[in-house]
């Protein structure tokens, strides 16, 4: 997340990851969970109007050695109102062989839309600033706008697919693609992913799968622990502990 670290918040460009818990389609209950880590993509589904989720995950990742680097990253949304949601991303503590401290800051506004009971499309523009320490920090202001489709095909079987330009602001824009599913049953899931970026003004060609397991010990509550093979030469290899919380309403 370089240009060697495939995690959201150390790329600066990340948006989110795709819903990789056990309840599919956009939940009715405003108090539970939809995580959009660990994956590399989002889903199309938005939390509450008024409540809050927060994700928070650590990781260590490299190309060379997996210990190259390690980082523990945030990702604060709210909901705005029925399908609006904004997220607040960054990563309050990296290490790198360029740096340590935290990394840029970012913006994410995600807007969905539901075409019919198993099927949503959303659009998310986001933004990263150059708030980070030296060595984390792309040193400028990127944006993105990425396009999701998510899909419920049966009640234990939900699919994510991405694509949308990144890094736009330096030179060629990094075209994202990904496609992910994931398969749960009781509290249990497993989620798979393929991602990929072209190269462009902010780095090279990166592109991995990734595989997690998922627990929901509670509605409100996700933990999340799985890894990244990076496919390509500079897509570095990961393994990441997360967590992810609703914690409720913060305002009417």
Same mark, same amino acid.
């Given at each position: 997340?370089?240009?060697?670290?495939?995690?959201?918040?150390?790329?600066?460009?990340?948006?989110?990851?795709?819903?990789?818990?056990?309840?599919?389609?956009?939940?009715?209950?405003?108090?539970?969970?939809?995580?959009?880590?660990?994956?590399?993509?989002?889903?199309?589904?938005?939390?509450?109007? %008024?409540?809050?989720?927060?994700?928070?995950?650590? #990781?260590?990742? !490299? =190309?060379? *050695?997996? &210990?190259?680097? @390690? +980082? /523990?990253?945030?990702?604060?949304?709210?909901?705005?109102?029925?399908?609006?949601?904004?997220?607040?991303?960054?990563?309050?503590?990296?290490?790198?062989?360029?740096?340590?401290?935290?990394?840029?800051?970012?913006?994410?506004?995600?807007?969905?839309?539901?075409?019919?009971?198993?099927?949503?499309?959303?659009?998310?523009?986001?933004?990263?600033?150059?708030?980070?320490?030296? %060595?984390?920090?792309?040193?400028?202001?990127?944006? #993105?706008?990425? !396009? =999701?489709? *998510?899909? &419920?095909?049966? @009640? +234990? /079987?939900?699919?994510?697919?991405?694509?949308?330009?990144?890094?736009?602001?330096?030179?060629?824009?990094?075209?994202?693609?990904?496609?992910g599913s994931t398969?749960?049953?009781?509290?249990?899931?497993?989620?798979?992913?393929?991602?990929?970026?072209?190269?462009?003004?902010?780095?090279?060609?990166?592109?991995?799968?990734?595989?997690?397991?998922?627990?929901?010990?509670?509605?409100?509550?996700?933990?999340?622990?799985?890894?990244?093979?990076g496919m390509a =030469?500079?897509?570095? &290899?990961?393994?990441?502990?997360?967590?992810?919380?609703?914690?409720?309403?913060?305002?009417?």
């Amino acid at each position: 997340m370089r240009r060697t670290r495939p995690h959201r918040p150390l790329r600066h460009l990340w948006l989110a990851l795709l819903w990789p818990g056990a309840l599919g389609a956009q939940a009715l209950d405003p108090r539970a969970v939809q995580p959009e880590r660990p994956t590399v993509a989002t889903h199309a589904y938005a939390v509450a109007p %008024g409540f809050a989720e927060l994700e928070q995950g650590v #990781a260590i990742r !490299g =190309v060379r *050695s997996i &210990d190259e680097a @390690t +980082s /523990w990253d945030l990702n604060l949304k709210v909901g705005l109102a029925p399908g609006w949601q904004l997220g607040v991303s960054g990563t309050a503590y990296g290490r790198t062989p360029d740096g340590t401290g935290v990394g840029d800051i970012g913006f994410a506004l995600k807007w969905r839309a539901d075409l019919s009971r198993t099927v949503a499309v959303a659009v998310v523009p986001g933004v990263t600033v150059p708030t980070g320490s030296a %060595g984390l920090s792309a040193g400028r202001t990127l944006g #993105a706008a990425v !396009g =999701v489709l *998510s899909a &419920d095909f049966s @009640t +234990s /079987w939900h699919a994510d697919v991405n694509l949308g330009p990144t890094g736009i602001g330096v030179g060629a824009p990094q075209w994202f693609g990904s496609a992910g599913s994931t398969w749960s049953r009781g509290r249990g899931a497993l989620t798979v992913e393929l991602f990929g970026f072209t190269a462009g003004g902010v780095g090279p060609v990166q592109s991995g799968a990734l595989v997690a397991l998922l627990i929901t010990p509670a509605e409100w509550v996700v933990v999340d622990a799985g890894g990244v093979w990076g496919m390509a =030469v500079e897509t570095p &290899d990961q393994v990441f502990l997360g967590l992810t919380t609703n914690l409720g309403r913060i305002f009417k």
